[in-house]
């Protein structure tokens, strides 16, 4: 093994050993416990043939034979060689090598099971890490990926890893004692198997290649069929389902031919090998018997140990490579969470928030990269107050709620929660006291109640709550037509409910929460007028009891509020309250005029 191989290794090994901690050693004990049994069992033949020899009498051997100490030693205890004790001598060993093997064997699937919950709650508490600026810029598809099938391929990478440690170790036990039977032959064992590994490295080097890059084309192709998922009525209604199922079908050849590459190399693997060790067992029994005098037995017990090194040598091969063969997914996945491990944020330290009662922004300028989005924005909340941001498409109205809820970070200025800094404040306890309604409702696949409780206990003091939202958010005869009322499930992205019901349950969803600020990001967009009036009469009736900020197209949505910003370009245009700010900007007045005010109408400004 080269130095690099080497630290390799232990760079897995300490990958494995950060999950698993003394469990490994365990695991190795056990398999060490197995090939030791095994070996002691073994070398019991060596008295039984002699035994045999010389007629029920043991004579021990003439000649070199390292063995013999572990003779004697029964005899210090007492235990009489004679035919009968040592054929139990042997069934003992074998009945306890028995006993370690099923030890052995339920371990690993511990060891493995712990491996991968381990892992996989580590992946989960990192992803809950991720800030937002960056899981824009990722793409879902990796995540996505790494999520699923990768870190089950790095699972099957601990296994082939495990396997392969553990048989080496066996190797190890069968080398020993060949070495303690016979010298000579535990030399050839070692040359035999640097030979083998010489030849099998170039096959090594090239697995762990293709895996690698099998690795990144299942990224992109759980980035693409995400994506057709996602986009799936637009596909579908324009016909473009089939051109883009063949950019799929495209990537699915690619991995299956890395797959089969593999499977090739693993075919050579596995068909020479015996042939190989057949090769270097016949070179041996030839160098034993032509130059070296060795006693019958010691040749015999040396072959066997030999032997069964040497099986375990193939076994180990075999692990190791498929390890190699699921390296790719190892190395992707360390990568993966030390991109995450960079980019995530403790959401849950700083100072706790109780509630919401004031956000102000000082000088807050940012952008995604050195182009400024917002610049120098000056604003403050007061709380029960409702500002609303109004501006044309692009101007930077989303990206500053964005900023407010702490979803991204300033590049410049800060943001005050209730008077404090907010990269001081815990930023978990202040989202939780922020409602989002947004363009595009967010619905689970799941029931009304669950979508509406967050997975609330259904008790009748939660179903009571349940009602009264559904109630305020216009949902009282949507839900008397459901069959199976609060149970009723709402299909994958809500396909089973219409576009102003998503946004109903929403609301409902926000309502339930209890929040302190509600931001409405063009909240009434896919409500008819009739809902659209009940909507805006439950934030008037609210209006001084909640904090919203509103992004609203619609104009009409915004006459009452406190303060209007207008934003263009990134910048506060101008302020002020829906008359004033009539008197004070141009823009703001030809949007007034351009929506025909004073009739709810449903024109957006763009
Ligand atoms: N993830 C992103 N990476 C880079 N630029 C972005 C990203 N998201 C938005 N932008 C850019 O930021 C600018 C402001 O976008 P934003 O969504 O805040 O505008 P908006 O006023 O809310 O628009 P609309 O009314 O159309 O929703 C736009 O020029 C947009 O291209």
Redesign the pocket.
Known sequence: MKFSKLTGFLDDFRFFFFYLKSKIFIALLLSFSVGLLDGLGLAMFLPLLQLVESGGQYQPAEGENNLDFYVTMFEFLGISLNLTNVLLMILFFFSLKGAFRFLESYYTVVLNMTFTENVRIEAIEYISTINY?YF??IDAGKIQNTLSSEIDRVRLAFQSYASASQTLLTVMVYAGLAFLTNPQFALLVVIGGLFSNLVYNSLYKRTKEISKGITSINHSFHSVMMQQIHNFKYLRATGKVAPYSKKLKYIVHEVSDGFKKIGFLNSILTATREPLSIAVVVVVILVQTTYFLADLGSIILSLLFFYRSLNQLIIFQNHWNTFYGYSGSLIGYKEFIAEIKANGIDYNKGKDVQSIDTVELKNASFG??QTL?LNDINLKIEKNSTIA?V????????????IITGLLPLQKGSILVNGHPLNETNIQQFQSHIGYIT?EPVIFNDTLFNNITFWDEKNSENLNNFMNCIKKASLGDFFDSLELSEDAPLGNNGVMVSGGQKQRIAIARELYKKVDLMIL??ATSALDSATERDIQSYFEENKGNLTFVI?A?RLSTIKNADKIYL?KK?RIEASGSFSELQQLSEEFRKMVELQDFGKVDTEEV?
Do not use: A, F, M
């Open positions: 600026k824009n810029q995604y990269d989005l941001l501006g044309q498409s692009g101007s930077g109205k989303t990206t500053l709620t964005n363009q990001d063009e992004i197209h934003l990134g763009r």
